[in-house]
């Protein structure tokens, strides 16, 4: 029989601190009211000086393996996807992670596709599991992003927050995950950076970088044209949809595809103003969000996705084979 790859469980993990649009007003030529009608965002998390992308992940993939009601040496596989891991080239982040939560010898890898991580890490997974290679997949999109940010540049520091979201893939009976797509166009690779000048010896303090304005423009059409693409391929309308859960990047990005599908409120699912942009882990997230709401429940179809820096895309449709929150 053929196997068919489930989405088993979702949980995210959040720092404790939190910093508001005010916050940033006595650092900043900012204004709570500029960052709120612009993006949609209201605060985000930011982590610790003593805390890792890892401890985030670590935290996230705990409750999501107890969520799937498997033990963790069942995990034969860990990906992480992160614009912001601990080491600069190695070890992965996933390597980290393993170690943390006690796994010798389990296969473990990063994947670099910034916002987009967490549909490229479901890609992955579906494939690893549907052609019998592994049992049950750890994906983690994680980010410290606050890393990366330079907090006197009020054009990007305001977007991003930090946070991780995981999720365990697993071979089931369940419905399944139905289609996955992605995309990438290097063209645009300068538009949203983390630049090293070239690539001499001297390691400059790593710096996010975003033509903000620029990066809308081709995200909107991207997105819904991506999202059209999967939707007519797999013979699906929109009102087919469950829940559409995209990446919390700008709400009027997430509106412009909202409106251009024909999508009703009560079928997507927005924390932005919550989270901010969490690059790799806002997806999984805002997942984590509906289900802990009590709006994603097993069997419910959900449209997921995707648009980051280089630039990458990807959609992707799914069913939910978890274990309902109220039942956990
Ligand atoms: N507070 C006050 N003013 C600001 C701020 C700020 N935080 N940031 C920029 N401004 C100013 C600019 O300097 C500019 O001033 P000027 O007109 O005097 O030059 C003015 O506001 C307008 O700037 P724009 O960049 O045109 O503003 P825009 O409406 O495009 O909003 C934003 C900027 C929010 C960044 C928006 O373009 C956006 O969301 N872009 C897409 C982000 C995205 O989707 N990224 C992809 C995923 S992220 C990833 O992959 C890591």
């Given at each position: 029989m053929k196997l068919k790859a489930c989405i088993k469980s979702i949980a995210s993990y959040l720092p404790e601190k939190t910093l508001t649009n005010k916050d940033f007003e006595s650092f900043l030529d900012t204004s709570d009211e500029w960052i709120l009608k612009r993006t949609g965002i209201k605060q985000r998390y930011i982590a610790s000086e003593t805390e890792n992308t890892s401890d985030l992940a670590y935290k996230a993939a705990i409750k999501a393996i107890q969520r799937a009601k498997i033990q963790t040496n069942d995990i034969d596989l860990i990906i992480v996807a992160t614009l912001s891991p601990d080491y600069f080239t190695m070890p992965s982040t996933a390597v980290v992670v393993a170690n943390k939560l006690g796994l010798k010898g389990v296969s473990a890898f990063d994947i670099s596709a910034a916002c987009s991580g967490f549909i490229y890490m479901l890609e992955l997974a579906r494939s690893m599991v549907e052609s019998g290679a592994k049992k049950n997949v750890l994906i983690i999109g994680a980010e410290k992003i606050s890393s990366v940010l330079d907090y006197t540049d009020r054009t990007t520091c305001v977007l991003f927050g930090d946070g991780a979201g995981a999720c365990v893939v697993s071979a089931s009976e369940g419905k399944g995950i139905i289609d996955i797509h992605t995309g990438s166009d290097?063209?645009?690779?300068?538009?949203?950076c983390t630049k090293r000048s070239n690539q001499t010896k001297q390691l400059e303090p790593i710096k996010l970088e975003m033509k903000g304005n620029e990066v809308f423009k081709v995200a909107v059409k991207t997105l819904s044209d991506d999202v059209s693409y999967l939707l007519d391929k797999n013979k699906l309308k929109t009102s087919d949809i469950d829940l559409f859960i995209p990446h919390q990047a700008n709400l009027r990005i997430i509106s412009y595809v909202q409106e251009k599908l024909g999508l009703s409120d009560e079928q997507c699912v927005v924390c932005v103003d919550k989270f901010g942009n969490t690059s790799a882990a806002s997806i999984p997230i805002a997942i984590n969000e509906a289900y802990e709401q009590g709006r994603l429940t097993n069997g419910k179809l959900m449209l997921l996705d995707a648009f980051g820096g280089g630039f990458t895309w990807g959609s992707a449709l799914t069913y939910f084979d978890g274990i309902d929150y109220k039942n956990l």
């Open positions: 290097g063209e645009f690779k300068d538009l949203l």
